[in-house]
């Protein structure tokens, strides 16, 4: 799990707090995603960003701003969530935007009180 | 990790025998498929892959089968061991997409 870090590992902020979860990954990769794994459905995925550049952003509520800095951080900006935002987010890497392989991070256990 | 509340399918097996795990897709346009183990509190991690120009890939104690017929993809893990439990999800890749798209998954459990 060294590949891909993320912080914090777990979180619980209120619905009016602002935060910030971190993904970095020390693989080299291009490419960089967000998911949201929640108790009821599938992974989804959030964002995909391609040498710092979103290419993909999966109708996702503008609570949930992401930023990349660079090709080996991601961050997931959180403001004004909701309850059911409550699940593990999970950031991953793979080499190219082709999204083939990709490489997981061990999530950010997130609960929204 | 873990996918507590998701109601899925759950595979038991004895240690030491075969587990066979199946995925459908549906998108026939899918060009490549991944099979993920996770664990609890961990994230997926990368099993094995597979192409659409290949029916069979074998790795270390898995193997994976596509049907491209059927739309019908499986994971085979010999002679399984207890550190095998956990949840297994499939995905795949629509041509020109850029991401995957998992399946909910398969709790796989090994009985000692």
């Known amino acids: 799990e060294t590949g891909v870090t993320q912080t914090p590992r777990h979180l619980v902020m209120g619905m009016t707090n602002k935060k910030s979860l971190k993904c970095e990954q020390h693989?080299?990769?291009?490419?960089m995603y967000w998911y949201k794994q929640s108790a009821k459905k599938p992974l989804e995925l959030m964002f995909v960003?391609?040498?710092?550049?979103?290419?993909e952003n999966n109708s996702v509520p503008s609570r949930f701003s992401p930023e990349c800095p660079n090709s080996s951080h991601l961050f997931l900006h959180l403001h004004t969530l909701q309850p059911e935002d409550s699940a593990l987010y999970l950031c991953?890497?793979?080499?190219?935007?082709?999204?083939?392989?990709?490489?997981f991070g061990p999530g950010t256990r997130l609960t929204v009180t | 990790g873990e996918s507590v509340g998701l109601h899925l399918p759950t595979l038991s097996v004895q240690e030491g025998d075969n587990s066979i795990i199946n995925c459908a897709y549906s998108?026939?346009?899918?060009?490549?498929f991944i099979w993920y183990k996770q664990e609890s509190g961990k994230g997926p991690q990368f099993i094995i892959d597979?192409?659409?120009?290949?029916d069979k890939r074998q790795g270390q104690r898995v193997t994976v089968l596509l049907n491209k017929t059927v739309k019908h993809l499986s994971l085979q893990i010999a002679a399984t061991q207890p550190g095998d439990s956990a949840v297994y999800f499939c995905?795949?890749?629509?041509?020109?997409?850029?991401?995957?798209?998992f399946g909910s998954g398969t709790r796989l459990q090994v009985q000692p």
């Open positions: 991953a890497s793979s080499p190219g935007q082709g999204a083939y392989e990709q490489y």
């Open positions: 693989l080299g990769h291009n490419a």
């Open positions: 960003y391609s040498l710092e550049e979103r290419v």
């Open positions: 998108n026939s346009a899918s060009d490549y």
């Open positions: 597979i192409r659409s120009n290949m």
């Open positions: 995905a795949d890749r629509g041509t020109g997409r850029r991401a995957l798209t």
